[in-house]
């Protein structure tokens, strides 16, 4: 049986780390708010959403930092690689700096279940515990990287170095999200001490 696959793909060149995008249970994160941009009360948007036309529009409502606040966005502009964003009730710099750095989140409940049954997202794959097909545990899924030919899957051992796992037919057996694990097959020179010499 063939493992899942990714719901969408982001753009190349993206790392996906799950201590870093998965703080908050029961949220997902789309975006992180970087720093005020001119003296309107425009903030840089971190877009992290393949759908940002869906979730950053003027009248939306985003949830923001630890304490969800909920903003209703009142400007939606292209800026670099991102958004320039600006909220209703918040004129200027000053009202939106303590915003600066924080995540931008939606309730799980929020996001539309894949297309396709044999697809998931990256939310619900990072921090699941890898296991081998012989039932070796390996330790835990804490990064995605993307690269031309095929995702990598970045296990974190107990102890050890991490254990990169190419995301192909061959390695990544299951990917079980009721039973909550990844099932493996390890190819030889997989694991960090099967290297060279």
Do not use: C
């Not at 719901?7 to 799950?18: C, D, E, L, V, Y």
């Not at 997902?28 to 425009?42: A, N």
């Amino acid at each position: 049986m063939s493992p899942k696959r990714r719901a969408a793909q982001r753009r190349a060149g993206r790392r996906i780390r799950w201590d870093e995008s998965q703080p908050i249970p029961g949220r997902v994160i789309i975006g992180r708010l970087r720093k005020p941009h001119g003296i309107r009360g425009e903030m840089v948007l971190e877009v992290l959403t393949d759908h940002p036309e869906q979730r950053f529009r003027p009248g939306a409502v985003i949830f923001v930092g630890p304490r969800h606040v909920p903003l209703t966005l009142r400007s939606v502009r292209p800026f670099g690689q991102g958004l320039l964003v600006a909220f209703e009730g918040h004129p200027d710099r000053s009202a939106v700096e303590i915003f600066r750095n924080q995540w931008v989140t939606i309730p799980v409940e929020e996001v539309a279940a894949p297309e396709d049954e044999d697809e998931y997202y990256d939310f619900e794959v990072l921090g699941l515990p890898v296991v081998t097909d012989e039932g070796r545990p390996l330790g835990t899924l804490v990064e995605i990287l993307e690269t031309g030919a095929n995702d990598v899957f970045v296990v974190e051992p107990e102890d050890g170095p991490a254990i990169l796992l190419p995301v192909i037919e061959e390695v990544i057996r299951t990917i079980d999200l009721t039973a909550g694990r990844i099932v493996v097959h390890l190819l030889p020179g997989l694991l960090p001490d099967e290297g060279g010499a």
